[in-house]
């Protein structure tokens, strides 16, 4: 099993007075004002367009605010010199829609990845990447590349990828998307166990359903702007 | 500590790796960068054998002073006894006109151009071999003796070597400026490879980004490719000169044969040998430097 444990020192997501315009006038977030604490999970609905995806694309530095603060387990991200961007995303666990995988490696070589980066010793990470796999139920199709996959193992093998580093903050951006009912709750599941042992868990879906099952808190934007 | 060293010789095999897997095009781009630096350092090689010859020479000058042809006897003895008791001579050889005519007739084959002859043409004449080598110092001794009654011409024997020496240094300015041109275009070899690879890789890149990947860290691999291809390159250049010199060695045998004299060209010698890799290897990764932080940047995930 893989532990997830952070470290005690605490972890959270504020936002405050956010805007976020993109090139052309489109505004894509307008005043937004939000805390996650360290543990949490949260769910951040609402329809395409609403600005969920900007939301986690501000959080994890690939966004830039136009104005107001976005601070991230203690870094302001609007501040942050592009050299400092790596080490705040090594904190953060991605998930895309896209899930955005290595089609050219195995589904091992998928998740050794972020060990690569963070530098790794080879046999302590070969161990991490196993139990990653284990913990989403991919062990036996290690050697297996992306394509042979079905839909539900590629954002499975997304996840692995996402916490075999043991980040503080899980960040997914509809995450079910492409995936059925079914398939969707493992998913679901899944989150609620990296929960459990103390993972940040913020997970972006116009599923209103799978926030149903969970009863966690939501935060629902509407057209850039907070509706609850 | 180590895992720093770990990945950087994961990097290392993994570049490796990268070259095996393409093995034509690793080829033909090691070739172009083979032969590219091959011209410049052969012409460095040929250079530094002619200068070679042309150093062994220029240290044992010689100084021909021919006589007038109406020079008497006694003047000759009179000029033989100058030249002996001259501070700067270390030796004063006489050829006598008549010597010079009978050498003449039998190392030219000339004979019956020479026995046409209704009088003998030469001078009599002293091979002087002066004390110092120093151009100054020939020059000072070559005036002076000029300057002498019945003397009608004197030779300076290692003018030759100055002028070839002159001409080896403008040589020598084409050999830089070709190696200048030639690291030129290994630079630009090497940042379209990598320019190529950065377009094939940019998913990779992508993701890499994405999950706090360093920008050393992305640029590692590349720049480890460019400087193994350039050093690869330079290798290849080597081995170049090698097959070439022992090709020429082995014409140059049969030549020497024919002359009875002893020519063999020198290869590169350990230092130089290690300086081309080097340098190679530096204008490798200077190239993929250059590439990756053109490139790189244009690569950001959204």
Do not use: C
């Not at chain 2, 530096?282 to 940047?297: K, P, R």
């Amino acid at each position: 099993m893989v532990s997830l444990a952070p470290s005690p020192t605490p972890r959270m997501i504020s936002f405050s007075q956010v805007y976020k315009r993109y090139p052309g006038g489109l505004e894509a977030l307008r005043n937004i004002t939000l805390t996650i604490e360290a543990g949490e999970m949260v769910f951040i609905t609402g329809h395409s367009g609403a600005g969920k995806s900007t939301l986690l694309k501000l959080a994890a530095a690939i966004e830039r605010p136009s104005s107001g603060s976005v601070i991230v387990n203690g870094q302001n991200v609007g501040a942050l010199s592009a050299r400092a961007v790596p080490f705040l995303r090594r904190n953060l666990g991605l998930i895309f829609q896209d899930q955005k995988l290595l089609f050219d490696r195995t589904a091992f070589d998928n998740v050794m990845l972020p060990l690569h980066i963070n530098g790794f010793e080879r046999r302590e990470a070969a161990r991490r990447v196993r139990a990653a796999l284990d913990k989403v139920g991919l062990l036996a199709k290690e050697k297996a590349y992306p394509v042979t996959l079905s839909g539900g193992e590629q954002q499975r093998l997304a996840i692995a990828r996402a916490v075999v580093h043991r980040p503080a903050i899980l960040l997914a951006d509809e995450p079910t998307g492409n995936l059925d009912a079914a398939h969707a709750a493992d998913i679901v599941e899944l989150f609620k166990s990296f929960n459990q042992v103390g993972v940040t868990v913020v997970v972006a879906t116009h599923d209103e359903s799978l926030a149903a099952r969970l009863k966690p808190r939501v935060i629902a934007l509407k057209a850039g702007t907070l509706a609850s | 500590m180590k895992a720093w060293l770990w990945h950087h010789l994961d990097t290392f095999f993994t570049t490796l790796a990268r070259f095996a897997r393409t093995p034509v095009a690793t080829l033909f781009n090691v070739g172009v960068i083979g032969i590219a630096l091959a011209l410049p350092a052969g012409l460095y090689v040929a250079l530094s054998n002619l200068q070679g010859y042309a150093q062994a020479f220029a240290s044992d000058p010689q100084i021909s002073v021919f006589l007038a042809l109406d020079a008497g006897r006694a003047e000759v003895e009179g000029i033989e006894a100058r030249l002996r008791q001259h501070p700067g001579v270390r030796e004063a050889r006489y050829v006598s006109r008549d010597q010079a005519l009978k050498e003449l007739r039998a190392s030219t084959g000339l004979a019956d151009v020479v026995d046409s002859l209704a009088q003998n043409p030469l001078p009599d004449a002293f091979v002087v071999q002066p004390r110092e080598a120093a151009p100054q110092a020939l020059e000072k001794l070559r005036d002076e003796v000029s300057r002498w009654p019945q003397v009608a011409h004197v030779q300076l024997d290692a003018a030759w070597a100055r002028r070839l020496e002159a001409g080896l240094k403008l040589a020598r300015l084409a050999a830089g400026l070709l190696a200048t041109l030639f690291a030129f275009a290994l630079v630009a070899v090497t940042f379209n490879t990598i320019r190529l690879q950065i377009l094939t890789r940019r998913e990779e890149i992508e993701v890499a980004k994405l999950i706090g990947a360093t920008d050393p860290f992305i640029r590692r691999p590349f720049l480890y490719f460019g400087a193994l291809q350039g050093v690869a390159g330079g290798l290849a250049a080597w081995a170049i000169i090698w097959g070439s010199l022992l090709l020429l060695n082995g014409g140059l045998a049969d030549l020497s044969q024919l002359y009875a004299t002893r020519i063999e060209l020198r290869h590169l010698s350990a230092e130089d040998s290690a300086s081309l890799l080097v340098f190679s290897a530096w204008l490798g990764w200077f190239g993929a430097w250059l590439s990756v932080n053109q490139h790189l940047a244009q690569i950001d995930p959204r």
